[in-house]
């Protein structure tokens, strides 16, 4: 069976592979920069969490000796506030990191023996320009434990 196609149901098709390659592309180009821009702020979230971790931690080790006291079968290190806030700050003064407008949120010890760090930062996308600017503020809380053996 072989079907003709009647000479006036053909039309004149140039230039139709022409525009679906350029829609494709373009879908392909805008694909590549949303995963790009997404990667990005995964990466950026990831240093920023590192960093409110290691705060974290610098933060419950900051306790002294002498302000241990014990309190049912827990020891207490005495860990407040402030001095959860002066050991966070003092470990972002002395971290390298390249994140952007970094701010401590909160900084403090619930119970004395723990020690939470909230960071913020802003994110920027790889692409942005002056017309459209990209950027998300990301925030993390960090939770670290002082253990006495």
Request: aromatic share 6%; proline share 3%.
């Given at each position: 069976?072989?079907?003709?196609?009647?000479?006036?149901?053909?039309?004149?098709?140039?230039?139709?592979t022409?525009l679906?390659?350029?829609?494709?592309?373009?879908?392909?180009?805008a694909l590549?920069?949303?995963?790009?821009?997404?990667?990005?702020?995964?990466?950026?979230?990831?240093?920023?969490?590192t960093?409110a971790?290691g705060a974290?931690?610098?933060?419950?080790?900051?306790?002294?000796?002498?302000?241990?006291?014990?309190?049912?079968d827990?020891?207490?290190f005495?860990?407040?506030e402030?001095s959860?806030?002066?050991?966070?700050?003092?470990?972002?003064?002395?971290?390298?990191?390249?994140?952007?407008?970094?701010?401590?949120?909160r900084?403090?010890?619930?119970?004395?023996?723990?020690?939470?760090?909230?960071?913020?930062?802003?994110?920027?996308?790889?692409?942005?320009t002056?017309?459209?600017?990209?950027?998300?503020?990301?925030?993390v809380?960090a939770d670290?434990?002082?253990?006495?053996?």
């Amino acid at each position: 069976m072989n079907r003709r196609v009647p000479v006036a149901l053909r039309g004149d098709e140039s230039g139709s592979t022409l525009l679906l390659t350029i829609l494709f592309g373009a879908l392909a180009l805008a694909l590549v920069l949303v995963v790009t821009s997404a990667t990005s702020l995964y990466l950026e979230r990831k240093r920023l969490f590192t960093l409110a971790d290691g705060a974290a931690l610098a933060a419950a080790e900051s306790w002294r000796l002498d302000e241990v006291r014990v309190e049912g079968d827990a020891l207490v290190f005495g860990l407040d506030e402030a001095s959860v806030a002066a050991a966070a700050a003092d470990y972002l003064g002395d971290a390298e990191h390249s994140l952007r407008a970094l701010e401590v949120v909160r900084a403090d010890s619930g119970d004395g023996r723990s020690a939470s760090v909230t960071l913020r930062a802003m994110w920027h996308a790889p692409i942005s320009t002056d017309l459209m600017p990209v950027t998300v503020p990301i925030e993390v809380t960090a939770d670290a434990r002082s253990v006495f053996h």
